[in-house]
DNA sequence: AAGGGACACAACCGCATTTTG
DNA sequence: TCAAAATGCGGTTGTGTCCCT
C-alpha cells in the first residue's frame, strides 16, 4: 500500500519538476550489485555529488536520492563493515545522550559509520529496552553527560523566562544526580507488593510523556518475576547513580558498553541531565519512545541472560495499570506503590530542579547547589514555577514529561485513551484542571515518598517534608485553582 | 514442523536546509 | 532576490533471518 503510494507521489514529483521521461522506469527497492558497480564506477569517474546526475550519465535506473543513500550507506570505501564494537555502542549511548537523535552528528562521531547504521542500532536497542521496561541510558553516561555539561556550560543562568528554555538544553540541568535516594528500604517494600505486580496483565498504557525518562513496562510475570529478583539482588544502587563510585560492582554485561548493559538506575533518570536528547524531539510521539501507547509483549529472550546482562538493571517499573492497580490496592500497599512510582517520576526532580535554579540564581553558588536540598525547595516561588510550568507544558519540556508521569502514575488510567490522558495532564499544567484526585494523590504519593526517606537525607538536610509537600500542594492547587 | 515474534538491515519518504542559476 | 534543484537528515516501513514456543 504505502509502496504503491510512494512510487506514485515520486512519479508525480518528478514529473513537476519536469523529468517525467527518467521517472517513468526509475527503479526502487534492493540494489543489485549490478547497479552498484555502476554508481561506485560513476563515482569513481566523476566523485561525489550531483546525485541526480547519476542515473543522466549512466544506465542507472536510481533517483539521485537513492544512489546518495546507496553510496554512503554501502558503497562507500571507508564503511566499516560488521557489527558494532562494544565501544562504539558505548559511543553511541553516549553520543544519543548529549545529541539526541541527530544521527547524522552521531555518524560523524564514529569513523566508517552511517547515520542509518546508527540510528537502526538505536531504535533496536530502544524497542529493546522498552519492551523489558528498562531506562535507556546508563547510570554512568547519565554521570558522564552530566559532568561534561557542568564543564562545558558552567555557567548559572539566571531563571529568566526568555532563557529557560534553552538554559533546560544546554546548562547542567537537572542535578537530580546529587540528590540521593536510599533505595534499600524500597527494595525490600518492593518485594512486599510484588506478587500483585506480577500479576498485572499487560496492556495499553496511557502514558503519553512520561517515557521520557523510564519506559514504563509491560511485564509479563516471568519477566517481571526475574527482574524483580534481580533488583532484589541490587545493593542501595537504584537511584543514586550519580555516585559512579558508589557501584561495587562493575557492570556484569557480556560487555560493559553492551547496548543491553546494565542500566541500574535510570527508571529515576533515564535522561541524563542537561542532556539534550529529551530536548530535540528526541521522544517525539513518532518516536519508537513513544511505544507505551504499543507496547508489545515483551519478549523472554533476555532472560537467560538476565543474571548476568541484567542483574544490576534496574527494577523493571510497575506499568502505569500498574500503578493503578497499587492505588487500588490496601493503604499500605498503595502508599508504597505510589512511593514506588514517584521515585520514579519526574516531578519531584522537575520541581527540586526549578528550586535549585532558583536558588542558584540567588547565590551563584553551585556548590550549594551541588548538593540540592529540600530547602531549596522552601524557596519556591510560587509564581515563577507558574511560569515554568507554563514554559512545561511543552510535551518536549523534561519537566512537563515528568509532570505527566507523575500525573499520569497517580491517576487511574484505565481505560483512558491516550488523548484523555493528555488532555488531563495538560488540563492540570495548564492550570484548567478541575480534579483534585490527581493532585491529592500525587501529594500523598510524596508525602510517603519524602516520608520514607527516599530522598537525600545523606547530607542530612531533607527533613522538610511537610514544606516540600506544602510546596507542591501548594504548586498543583493554585495550578488548579487558576484554571477554575 | 509450523507459526509468530524479535531483530537487523536496507530502503524509501517527507521535510528542511543549502546551493545554484 | 527568488525559485528551483540538490542535498541532508530523521522517521518510518518492508523484508529476510533467527529463535522460541
Not at 59 to 74: D, M, Q, T, V, Y
Request: aromatic content about 8%.
Amino acid at each position: 500500500m504505502r509502496k504503491g503510494q510512494s512510487d506514485l507521489s515520486l512519479v508525480e514529483e518528478v514529473g513537476r519538476r519536469g523529468n517525467m521521461r527518467e521517472s517513468c522506469h526509475l527503479k526502487k527497492g534492493p540494489w543489485t550489485s549490478a547497479e552498484d558497480a555502476i554508481l561506485v564506477d560513476y563515482v569513481k569517474k566523476h566523485g561525489e555529488g550531483n546525485w541526480n546526475a547519476v542515473q543522466k550519465h549512466s544506465e542507472l535506473s536510481r533517483c539521485g536520492k537513492s544512489c546518495r543513500l546507496r553510496w554512503a550507506n554501502h558503497l562507500r570505501p571507508d564503511l566499516k563493515k560488521g557489527m558494532f564494537t562494544p565501544e562504539e555502542e558505548r559511543r553511541i549511548v553516549e553520543l544519543h545522550a548529549k545529541l539526541g537523535n541527530k544521527w547524522a552528528r552521531m555518524a560523524a562521531e564514529l569513523p566508517g559509520r552511517t547515520d542509518n547504521e546508527i540510528k537502526n542500532f538505536w531504535n533496536t536497542r530502544i524497542k529493546r529496552l522498552q519492551r523489558a521496561g528498562l531506562p535507556i541510558y546508563p547510570p554512568d553516561v547519565c554521570l558522564q553527560v552530566n559532568l561534561s555539561q557542568e564543564e562545558s556550560h558552567n555557567v548559572v543562568s539566571t531563571p529568566n523566562q526568555d532563557s529557560f528554555g534553552s538554559n533546560l538544553v544546554q546548562s547542567d540541568a537537572f542535578e537530580i544526580p546529587h540528590v540521593e535516594f536510599e533505595n534499600l528500604e524500597l527494595n525490600q517494600q518492593f518485594l512486599s507488593y510484588s506478587p500483585e505486580l506480577l500479576n498485572i496483565p499487560p496492556k495499553t498504557i496511557g502514558l503519553s510523556h512520561g517515557y521520557g525518562h523510564v519506559f514504563p513496562m509491560a511485564c509479563p510475570p516471568k519477566h517481571l518475576q526475574e527482574s524483580v529478583s534481580n533488583y532484589m539482588s541490587l545493593p542501595n544502587q537504584m537511584t543514586d547513580f550519580a555516585c559512579k563510585e558508589n557501584f561495587d560492582e562493575p557492570y556484569k554485561s557480556s560487555s560493559p558498553y553492551d547496548s543491553d548493559f546494565s542500566t541500574n538506575d535510570q527508571s529515576s533518570f533515564g535522561i541524563p541531565p542537561g542532556s539534550d536528547a529529551l530536548l530535540n524531539s528526541n521522544f517525539s510521539p513518532s518516536e519508537p519512545l513513544s511505544g507505551p501507547m504499543n507496547l508489545e509483549l515483551p519478549s523472554y529472550q533476555y532472560s537467560d541472560n538476565q543474571q548476568d546482562s541484567w542483574v544490576n538493571s534496574s527494577v523493571p517499573l510497575p506499568l502505569v495499570e500498574s500503578v493503578d492497580t497499587l492505588i487500588q490496592s490496601p493503604p499500605m500497599k498503595r502508599a508504597k506503590s505510589e512511593c514506588f512510582a514517584l521515585q520514579n517520576s519526574g516531578l519531584l526532580e522537575a520541581v527540586l530542579y526549578e528550586s535549585k535554579k532558583l536558588n542558584s540564581s540567588k547565590d551563584d553558588s553551585r556548590q550549594q547547589s551541588s548538593n540540592l536540598m529540600l530547602d531549596d525547595v522552601a524557596d519556591f516561588h510560587l509564581k515563577d514555577c507558574e511560569l515554568e510550568f507554563e514554559a512545561h507544558c511543552d510535551p518536549n519540556s523534561p519537566s512537563a514529561l515528568s509532570a505527566a508521569s507523575v500525573l499520569s502514575e497517580h491517576t487511574p488510567v484505565s481505560g483512558s485513551s491516550l488523548d484523555d490522558e493528555s488532555q488531563f495532564v495538560e488540563s492540570i499544567l495548564g492550570g484548567n484542571g478541575k480534579n483534585e484526585t490527581p493532585n491529592q494523590m500525587a501529594i500523598s504519593g510524596l508525602d510517603d515518598f519524602l516520608g520514607r526517606g527516599q530522598f537525600g537525607h545523606d547530607n542530612g538536610c531533607v527533613n522538610d517534608k511537610p514544606i516540600v509537600t506544602d510546596v507542591i500542594a501548594a504548586l498543583l492547587g493554585e495550578d488548579t485553582c487558576c484554571g477554575n
